[in-house]
């Protein structure tokens, strides 16, 4: 899944700002009531991570326009699956909101045999919200300081070293996966109820290797706690412009993550413009913009429309991920 440049998003943020708000003069007058009591944003990761951050703005700035708090409920566990799971049963009402991501709303579906949602029939796309920009990172200690000598570390101490995600079917997850796929080793994957307990053990050296979103790592990287030997995407990150891309040693390896909002199948249309139009718009409020890229996430905007059309292709290029990284369902 490609994303616009930074340069190209910040060209388009103003107008879709300013498009959301003529779609709010033509709303029906079904939606004039909507919101009546508080909402409800579930983040399918713990406080901390990167969706907590991202899902906090959100519900900040977002209950301003809306005029109603919205309760960020951080429902960690199964790499999202179980927070998603629980919007998809919710009434569809426009009172309860899923900060979804490309696990909870792909990859996941394909690791697991008795899966609870349909990732496409179960949810109404609402809008998009982020990309996110995810690291690899190791522990000053770790004698490899780029991706080339912790391959070739790997190969000296085979099923000796571990990497750590923030949940299986996670793209850090699919990430690390990815790497012994392309490298030829093979790393051991432990699963964390998030990034930030992941991070507690680097830090503290239980763990070796990390996957870890930007947001999450900024701190520790900036302190000299942790050392980036790589970024997952195609190019360098703009925020982090001196680490390379894994791509660079290894061609082809690439890995995307993102976040967008979702509301259980059946919420009604008006309700949709309501909330996509104005997630739009704080998305576009230029102190949005510069806090989300000082953290590690890019601000990303669509239709409900073409979310929904940027789901059903995530899948397929998902499925493909996943069968490339050696993932089988369980």
Not at 42 to 69: E, F, N, S, T
Not at 85 to 92: L, M, Y
Not at 162 to 181: C, R, V, Y
Request: glycine share 10%; no cysteine; net charge positive.
């Amino acid at each position: 899944m490609t994303f616009p440049s930074p340069a190209s998003r910040r060209r388009h943020l103003a107008q879709l700002g300013a498009g959301a708000i003529a779609l709010l003069g033509g709303l029906p007058a079904k939606a004039a009531g909507y919101p009546e009591r508080p909402l409800r944003l579930v983040v399918p990761y713990a406080a901390g991570a990167a969706g907590d951050l991202l899902g906090r703005i959100l519900a900040d700035r977002l209950g301003l326009l809306l005029g109603q708090a919205i309760i960020v409920d951080n429902r960690a566990g199964a790499g999202g699956t179980l927070g998603a799971d629980n919007v998809a049963k919710a009434a569809p009402d426009g009172y309860t909101l899923l900060l979804g991501t490309d696990a909870s709303q792909a990859t996941n579906v394909f690791l697991s045999k008795r899966f609870p949602y349909d990732p496409v029939k179960s949810f109404t796309p609402v809008a998009a919200a982020a990309t996110n920009h995810i690291v690899l990172l190791v522990h000053p200690s770790f004698p490899a300081r780029t991706v080339a000598e912790l391959v070739q570390y790997a190969k000296s101490h085979p099923g000796k070293l571990s990497f750590g995600s923030s949940g299986p079917g996670s793209a850090h997850h699919l990430a690390g996966q990815l790497l012994n796929e392309a490298a030829g080793i093979d790393m051991v994957h432990v699963a964390y109820k998030g990034g930030s307990p992941a991070m507690t053990d680097l830090l503290g050296g239980q763990l070796q290797v990390l996957f870890a979103s930007l947001s999450t790592a900024r701190p520790y990287l900036d302190s000299g706690k942790v050392r980036a030997l790589g970024v997952v995407e195609a190019a360098r990150v703009k925020g982090l412009p001196q680490v390379p891309a894994i791509g660079e040693t290894l061609p082809g390896y690439e890995v995307n993550s993102w976040f967008a909002v979702f509301g259980p199948a059946g919420l009604p249309t008006p309700v949709v413009a309501r909330l996509g139009s104005e997630i739009n718009k704080v998305l576009a409020q230029p102190s949005v913009v510069d806090l989300l890229e000082k953290n590690g996430l890019s601000p990303w905007l669509t239709s409900p429309e073409e979310l929904a059309k940027r789901l059903k292709s995530e899948l397929q290029s998902r499925e493909r991920l996943v069968k490339a990284a050696g993932l089988e369902a369980e």
